[in-house]
């Protein structure tokens, strides 16, 4: 039995990729010997709606709450996944703050900051470095090397302007340096990339102004927002045994940026 464990899968980015990982496992024809993790914070509803679709394809799956804020909660997380599961075949980390909607949206810029840093980069890293840790000294036998994905930002590297890009964009190039660094520390026992998405329709982008909408668009060659399943499948080919030679690298999803952009009204 080998675990596959997407964290903030309740709704969004990380539900498409948890259902689309249960779609390889149905085409594997593995389904009697991996079992999924749904990771959620509070959305419990989502995390056991994201469950039952896994579920429904006959791949057995569990949920499990964490709150990656906190230290002792992100060392109880991983050491019960592992225990769970026993042995790690994928693990994803999507997990991040929404400081975009809901009440978190009304927050100050520092609140906002410190929540991400706190979730997104120091969460994700202990996180990380147990996980993977662990995964580095598992067997699997003929099934692959062990593959761990993170979620990044196109826009990252480069800086986006206004409060967005100077929340992102640090938490963001923070993730991606810290994946990179975790693929040449576990190397070759484990094979760890990042999928950095663009313009990915979402909560947010659902509500978004004309303003966004076109920015969406037209700063992508293929002229439309990302979808969820853009990633997904992403993640897909990343955690295959087909990219077994793939590893320590970023792979951007964003429909190929748009290099003519030229902007039009405010923000």
Known sequence: MTGIV???SSSGIGRAIAIRLAHDVVRRNATDSVQMLVHYRSNRDGAVATADEIRSLGVDCETMAADLSQADDVHRFAEDAIGRLGVISTWVNNAGFDVLTGEAARWSFDQKLRMLLDVDVCGTIALSRIVGSAMAEQ????QGTPS???????Q???GMEGDAG????PVKAAVMAF????AQTLAPRVRVNTVAPGWIQTAWGETTSPYWNERAERQSLMQRWGRPSDIAEAVAYLTS??????TGQTVNVNGGWNRKFEGRGDS
């Open 6 to 8: 997407v964290t903030g």
């Open 139 to 142: 067997s699997l036998s003929n």
């Open 148 to 154: 761990m994905v993170f979620i990044g930002w196109d």
């Open 156 to 158: 990252a590297p480069e």
């Open 166 to 169: 100077m929340m992102f964009g």
């Open 179 to 182: 994946a990179n660094s975790l």
């Open 241 to 246: 045994p087909d990219a077994g030679f793939i």
